[in-house]
């Protein structure tokens, strides 16, 4: 059974479905330790915010499979599944949804990244990460990602 709104204390609206989104993320780890972040473009939901690389996760899809098209489609990479480890989530509410945002880790990729979506890269040292400004579902990654780096 689909969980209400009423069911979930914050909630935007007593009796309405929580819409909850799974979305996927790589920490892109280059051979110099830095981490890949992109910029969100204007026109699109936090613009202007910096997020690991990824995409929402569609019906009928493993979130290594939408991990990979997401890649290719926002970078222009090619990832194999066997280059993909996971590594953290984290579980957030926004004001009209939810996210589970799945973070793995990927030092192995074929291709240089490029900016295919009008977005701006960063390839990010780890002290430098939290500095970035970014989505409160990634926050808790970037701790967790400069502990491991």
């Known amino acids: 059974m689909a969980a209400t709104?009423?069911?979930i204390p914050g909630a935007p609206a007593a009796g309405l479905p929580v819409?909850?989104?799974?979305?996927?993320?790589?920490?892109?780890?280059?051979?110099d330790g830095r981490v890949l972040l992109t910029e969100r473009p204007a026109g699109k939901p936090m613009a202007g915010l910096w997020e690991f690389p990824g995409g929402k996760i569609?019906?009928?899809?493993?979130?290594?499979?939408?991990?990979?098209r997401e890649l290719k489609e926002e970078l222009g990479i090619d990832v194999a599944e066997s280059c993909l480890s996971p590594f953290a989530f984290t579980s957030h509410r926004y004001e009209?949804?939810?996210?589970?945002?799945?973070l793995y880790l990927c030092r192995r990729w074929q291709g240089m990244a490029v900016?295919?979506?009008?977005q701006k890269?960063?390839?990010v040292?780890?002290?430098?990460l939290g500095t970035y400004a970014m989505p409160p579902a990634d926050k808790p990654l970037v701790v967790m990602l400069q502990d491991l780096l």
């Open 58 to 68: 569609v019906p009928g899809e493993t979130p290594e499979a939408a991990l990979i």
């Open 5 to 7: 709104g009423a069911d």
């Open 121 to 123: 890269l960063a390839w």
């Open 115 to 118: 900016a295919r979506e009008g």
């Open 96 to 102: 009209d949804f939810h996210v589970l945002l799945l």
């Open 19 to 31: 819409a909850s989104l799974p979305v996927v993320c790589a920490a892109l780890i280059d051979a």
């Open 125 to 128: 040292r780890k002290e430098k």
